[in-house]
C-alpha cells in the first residue's frame, strides 16, 4: 500500500506506469534527483499538490493490476 510516506522513486520501481498518474496530478519532475529521495507528501506540499488524492489514484492503479491478476 502507497502512503504519503512512500518515497516517489520506490512508487516508479514498483510500476513504471504509475509515472502517469503523478504527472495527471501536476508533478511533471518525477526523474529529477529529489524523486529519488523525496516523499509522496514532502513532493506535494512543494508543488502544492493534494497528497491523499493522488495517494489514493496510486493506490487504485496498484488495486487494479492486482485484481488482474
Request: net charge negative; aromatic share 2%.
Amino acid at each position: 500500500m502507497i502512503t504519503r510516506d512512500t518515497i516517489i522513486m520506490d512508487v516508479l520501481m514498483m510500476d513504471r506506469r504509475t509515472a502517469g498518474i503523478f504527472i495527471k496530478h501536476g508533478m511533471h519532475c518525477i526523474g529529477c534527483p529529489s524523486a529519488s529521495g523525496e516523499s509522496i507528501s514532502d513532493a506535494c506540499a512543494v508543488h502544492g499538490i493534494d497528497a491523499d488524492k493522488l495517494v489514493e489514484d496510486l493506490n487504485r492503479h496498484f488495486e487494479a493490476i492486482r485484481k488482474e491478476s
